[in-house]
């Protein structure tokens, strides 16, 4: 048999070995049969890809102190190796590439995708990408979305209040599309804990339209994803009566801690009577 045989994808063994975590089977195709540890598929993915689509720690270590795989090689689509690892929650190897093979944290991807913007599922390693390594968490892809957006669509609410409390980051922040980070978790799968904590800011209009005229009701329904549906329809039920800035709202979906300040605020500004709160 060919060890340097190709399937029908262009994957080499190599790849399925990465993909499958089978640091001996490596060593012997590099080793003994001389296979390429840099070849790469259609996409322009190594091995080394692979290993990190996967999160395979063993095999990224061997490929790259052993084999002397490139870290900072980016496939077709612009994503790095750091890309792949950040985007799958391993912080020590996310801090390794950075501090052992300087790895750049700022590189963007062809979609203008910085590290920081793939990591935004995973709170820890979004932590040290921004205080650490100083990447700039206001940043913005090609399409104007920003790490709040990302992190929406992937679900993420410590990520999402990291943000909005920490760095300000703005719920109502549109994209290209129109879409705030509400339409992007109501359009994701599997989002109902990130469209519930950003409703909770009080900060959010659910029956907010994008570019298209879409809701993020309206996208969620097309998703069939019938518990943000849920989630939307208990919060745009209480927006549709009540504005905003109402006493409802302050009380039922106001910022978390929002209290006397927030309230008073309300009543000064409402009020043109008397009030039995």
């Known amino acids: 048999c060919d060890p340097h045989e190709r399937d029908g994808v262009d994957w080499t063994c190599l790849h399925w070995a990465a993909e499958g975590n089978h640091v001996d089977v490596m060593r012997y195709l590099i080793d003994e049969c001389h296979c390429d540890p840099m070849a790469v598929n259609r996409w322009g993915w190594t091995p080394l890809h692979f290993a990190a689509e996967g999160n395979q720690v063993d095999v990224m270590r061997y490929l790259i102190d052993e084999g002397h795989c490139d870290p900072k090689v980016p496939g077709n689509n612009g994503n790095t190796v750091l890309h792949r690892v950040a985007e ?28 920081l913007h793939r990591a935004a599922r995973h709170i820890d390693t979004v932590k040290y990408l921004i205080n650490e390594c100083h990447c700039d968490p206001m940043a913005t892809d090609s399409h104007n979305r920003t790490i709040l957006h990302k992190a929406a669509v992937r679900n993420s609410p410590d990520v999402i209040k990291y943000l909005i409390n920490e760095w300000n980051h703005d719920p109502m922040a549109v994209d290209s599309e129109g879409q705030t980070p509400l339409h992007c978790a109501a359009a994701g799968w599997g989002c109902s804990a990130a469209a519930e904590y950003l409703l909770s800011t009080g900060k959010c209009d659910p029956l907010a339209k994008d570019n298209k005229g879409r809701t993020p009701f309206k996208l969620a329904k097309e998703k069939g994803e019938t518990d943000t549906l849920s989630v939307l329809k208990k919060f745009g039920g209480i927006k549709s009566s009540h504005p905003i800035d109402s006493y409802v709202n302050v009380l039922l979906v106001g910022n978390p801690g929002a209290g006397k300040s927030t309230l008073s605020q309300v009543i000064n500004d409402k009020a043109t009577g008397s009030i039995v709160l």
Not at 89 to 112: Q, R, V, W
């Open 88 to 115: 799958h929650g391993s912080l020590d190897f996310t801090k390794y590439l950075i501090n052992h093979h300087h790895c750049d944290p700022m590189a963007t991807n062809n979609e203008g995708e910085t590290v």
